[in-house]
């Protein structure tokens, strides 16, 4: 079996139980687990802060308690979230949830998770429209302070300029090889379906279980998918595709 099968194997059984995956992760790290979803944390900011950031996407199921909150038409990840959340899935699982507010759907997302599961505290994080402008990303950045204080609060711990770039640093290169992955699928339109296949694997091991595999941080595991796929292609150098 290959180092790539291995990886795809292991992160497949990670996706398949991944709140075996965060509870073994907090052993390991003896850290305390902040759910952020859809992925939109900012994570940097809850690594930074000392605590293990796990993406929430929910999963496909029948929505009965939930229903309280949402008509059957709403958001399903929406939905999904917070039947988890109301039927205890989440309980000494999760120190807090970081709620993004940048559509409607999650305008009242975070207030239902509030109602709904008081004992988990939500960090809303609101994303402006316009954030290329100097006043949204003022507001922008007044936003992530205020999510950064209350990530503070939960531990106890500082989040001190070096641990912000320390992890800032550790996600743009988890984040790195799926641009790569875009790149090679724009040149080699065949390998799209082997990558979704694999990159997909690969991520749902890691962002959905927590941690992924021990003793591999989440941006080595994704580049052996990426780096895998290119060497079965001949190692080829990436060029722009030409046009025009």
């Known amino acids: 079996m290959s180092e790539l099968d291995k990886l795809i194997s292991e992160l497949a059984a990670t996706a398949r139980n991944t709140r075996e995956a965060v509870r073994k992760a907090k052993e390991e790290t003896g850290k305390e687990a902040a759910g952020c979803f ?63 507010v940048y559509c409607d759907a999650l305008r009242s997302a975070g207030q239902n998770f509030k109602t709904a599961v008081p004992h988990i505290p939500v960090i809303p994080v609101v994303y402006p429209a316009n954030r290329k402008g100097r006043s949204g990303r003022e507001f922008l950045a007044s936003e992530y302070r205020s999510a950064g204080k209350a990530l503070e609060k939960i531990t106890g711990k500082k989040i001190t300029e070096k641990a912000l770039q320390d992890s800032i640093e550790v996600y743009n290169r988890y984040r790195l090889p799926g641009e790569l992955a875009a790149l090679v699928v724009a040149e080699h339109p065949p390998l799209a379906e082997q990558l979704e296949v694999q990159s997909s694997a690969a991520h749902r091991g890691v962002t959905h279980g927590g941690a992924g595999l021990p003793g591999h941080p989440p941006d080595f595991q994704v580049s052996v998918v990426a780096a895998e796929i290119l060497q079965a292609h001949g190692g080829q150098k990436l060029r722009p595709r030409q046009t025009g």
């Open 38 to 100: 859809l992925g939109f944390g900012p994570e940097e900011l809850a690594d930074a802060a000392g605590l293990l950031p796990v993406s929430v996407w929910g999963d496909d199921r029948e929505i009965e308690k939930a229903r309280r909150y949402y008509p059957a038409f709403f958001c399903a990840p929406v939905q999904q979230m917070l039947e988890q959340a109301m039927g205890g899935e989440y309980d000494g699982l999760l120190s807090a949830m970081i709620m993004p």
